[in-house]
């Protein structure tokens, strides 16, 4: 009859509970989702901001949109690389 190692009762467990796989897909899809909409949605806000303060057309809005954009297309394929294994 063999027994169970027994962990001194102020050590810790250091193995990590394994993630199911739909766990990991959802809890990947939720970080692709803020990283696409929140730069863009912030943009769009921060730039009907700046056209309200300046009083002017909605060019800062624009920009600002097109800035959201390409900010949230670097941050996905940030993700994207480091899920492939990158750095």
Do not use: E, Y
């Not at 949109?65 to 941050?75: E, F, K, N, V, W």
């Amino acid at each position: 009859m063999s027994t169970s190692p027994r962990l001194p009762k102020n050590a810790s467990q250091t193995t990590p509970r394994p993630v199911s796989a739909p766990m990991l897909l959802l809890a990947t899809a939720l970080d692709t989702t803020w990283r696409a909409f929140v730069p863009t949605i912030g943009g769009v806000f921060l730039g009907i901001g700046i056209d309200h303060w300046l009083g002017v057309t909605p060019i800062a809005t624009i920009i600002c949109l097109i800035l959201g954009t390409a900010a949230s297309i670097g941050l996905i394929a940030r993700q994207l690389i480091s899920v492939r294994g990158g750095k």
